[in-house]
């Protein structure tokens, strides 16, 4: 089975704050794991994806198949960060199987 | 400039009508893909294609149709629109053979009175 779980519909941080999405994944194969955002009135867009290994606007995301875990992380969230962002996973067939989401609210 | 194209944004419909959502892509991607996502919820896949004359099933069950005549075009069709056919659709494509993640349009809201 393939799945994506995102288990927090909703997180809430104060600017300058740490920030951890949570993600995990079940799939039988070497998994291929991508982060999306969607900002307010914007097209879903690619955040970053595990085999490229890079930081963008300052978020890492690293793959850990012991706990089959994809968890996205930032320092020091800023409030331009607020957004939904989706965990995915390529799975079988090369198609992408995404989480529910997470709304990551960033206060001032 | 390459990109993924979704017409209309927005749709309200009565029931009973049949509509075509557009999607058209200048990447010369080989895959392409529908999602359908509620408010607040997952995306689901409802049809993919992996060229020409190639159109697929996806995970979630849609009274919708898909054609790929054309490499650049995958429109989805709704034969008679009804109320629980309202959502919001998401067309997206991505390169044969490389994990470089999706492509995605800007979607279409459906609503459907």
């Known amino acids: 089975a393939q799945r994506v779980t995102q288990p927090e519909k909703l997180l809430s941080v104060f600017k300058g704050a740490p920030v951890e999405l949570k993600c995990n994944y079940s799939y039988s194969g070497s998994p291929e794991l991508f982060w999306y955002v969607q900002y307010s009135r914007q097209r879903l867009q690619l955040l970053l994806r595990?085999?490229s290994r890079e930081s963008i606007k300052g978020f890492t995301a690293d793959l850990n198949k012991g706990e089959t875990s994809f968890h996205l992380k930032k320092p020091f969230a800023q409030e331009e960060d607020s957004a939904m962002y989706y965990c995915?996973?390529?799975?079988?067939?090369?198609?992408?199987?995404f989480g529910a989401g997470t709304i990551l609210r960033v206060k001032s | 400039e390459a990109d993924i194209y979704q017409t209309p944004r927005y749709l309200v419909i009565g029931t009973g009508k049949k509509i075509t959502l557009e999607c058209s892509q200048t990447?010369?991607?080989?895959?392409m893909y529908w999602y359908q996502q509620d408010p607040g919820m997952e995306l689901h896949l409802i049809h993919y294609?992996?060229?020409?004359?190639?159109?697929e099933k996806g995970d979630l069950s849609s009274e919708s149709t898909v054609s790929r005549i054309r490499t650049e075009h995958f429109p989805l069709t709704l034969e008679s629109a009804r109320p629980s056919h309202t959502s919001q659709y998401l067309c997206?494509?991505?390169?044969?053979?490389?994990?470089?993640?999706?492509?995605f349009g800007s979607g279409t809201r459906l609503t459907v009175v």
């Open positions: 995915a996973l390529l799975g079988y067939g090369n198609k992408l199987v």
């Open positions: 990447m010369g991607h080989d895959k």
């Open positions: 595990h085999i």
């Open positions: 294609s992996y060229g020409v004359n190639s159109t």
């Open positions: 997206a494509s991505s390169e044969m053979g490389k994990a470089y993640g999706y492509t």
